[in-house]
T-cell receptor, first 115, second 110 residues
Framework: EAEVAQSPRYKITEKSQAVAFWCDPI?????LYWYRQILGQGPELLVQ????????DSQLPKDRFSAERLKGVDSTLKIQPAELGDSAMYLC?????????????FGSGTRLTVV | SQKIEQNSEALNIQEGKTATLTCNYT??????LQWYRQDPGRGPVFLLL?????KEKRKERLKVTFDTTLKQSLFHITASQPADSATYLC?????????FGTGTRLTVIP
C-alpha cells in the first residue's frame, strides 16, 4: 500500500537553530498538506499545496516558517529560528481530491523537540 | 470561526461492547465529515467519510451517523476489541481542506 514518507522521524534542536522536515506524498496526489499537532490536540493546518502552488498558508507563521514544493512532488517545511513553543508533531498528508471526499493519507510525522 | 468538539477526552469500555463517540460542531455547515484513527506517535489513518446528504454509513464493525440539524456525528464501534484502543478524530470539510477535532482516546478493556 502506498505511503506518505516523512523524515526525519525525530528531531531535537536547540532554540534559535534552523530545522527542516521533508515529505514525499503518494504518487499522483496533487494536494499536499503540512499539519502541526501539539500533544493532546488535533492536527492544525499550516500550509496546503496544489501541485507546486500554495493554496492556503494563512496559519503559517511566516516570520519563521517556510514551505516549498518544487516541481509539485516532494515538499520541505523549514523553521528558522526554532522556538520552544514549536515542539510538536509535524505531519504531512496528501489527498487525491478533497473536494470529492477522498480521505487524507498521513505520514508517520516528525516529532520535533526544541530545547 | 468553526468549532469542533469531541466529548469525552477519554472513554473506557469493556471488550465486546459498542463504543459510541460524539463529534459536535458549531458555526459551520460542512459538505462532509470524516473519521480518523490515530495511534500514539503515528499519523492519523482515514476510516470513514459521510456526506451531508447521508444519514448513516457503515464499514465492517464501524458505523457513522451525521445529523446536520443537530450538527452532530456519532461514531460507533460494535463488538469492540482491545486492538480498537486508540484516539479517534473527527474532521470537517472546509473549502479546500479539513478541520480536525481534538480527539477521543478510546480504551477497550479485556
Amino acid at each position: 500500500e502506498a505511503e506518505v514518507a516523512q523524515s526525519p522521524r525525530y528531531k531535537i534542536t536547540e532554540k534559535s537553530q534552523a530545522v527542516a522536515f521533508w515529505c514525499d506524498p503518494i504518487s499522483g496526489h496533487a494536494t499536499l498538506y503540512w499539519y502541526r499537532q501539539i500533544l493532546g490536540q488535533g492536527p492544525e493546518l499550516l500550509v496546503q499545496f496544489q501541485d507546486e502552488s500554495v493554496v492556503d498558508d494563512s496559519q503559517l507563521p511566516k516570520d519563521r516558517f517556510s514551505a516549498e514544493r518544487l516541481k509539485g512532488v516532494d515538499s520541505t517545511l523549514k523553521i528558522q529560528p526554532a522556538e520552544l513553543g514549536d515542539s510538536a508533531m509535524y505531519l504531512c498528508a496528501s489527498s487525491l481530491d478533497v473536494q470529492r471526499g477522498y480521505g487524507y493519507t498521513f505520514g508517520s510525522g516528525t516529532r520535533l523537540t526544541v530545547v | 470561526s468553526q468549532k469542533i468538539e469531541q466529548n469525552s477526552e477519554a472513554l473506557n469500555i469493556q471488550e465486546g461492547k459498542t463504543a459510541t463517540l460524539t463529534c459536535n460542531y458549531t458555526n459551520y455547515s460542512p459538505a462532509y465529515l470524516q473519521w480518523y484513527r490515530q495511534d500514539p506517535g503515528r499519523g492519523p489513518v482515514f476510516l470513514l467519510l459521510i456526506r451531508e446528504n447521508e444519514k448513516e454509513k457503515r464499514k465492517e464493525r464501524l458505523k457513522v451517523t451525521f445529523d446536520t440539524t443537530l450538527k452532530q456525528s456519532l461514531f460507533h464501534i460494535t463488538a469492540s476489541q482491545p486492538a480498537d484502543s486508540a484516539t479517534y478524530l473527527c474532521a470537517l470539510s472546509g473549502a479546500n481542506n479539513l478541520f480536525f477535532g481534538t480527539g477521543t482516546r478510546l480504551t477497550v478493556i479485556p
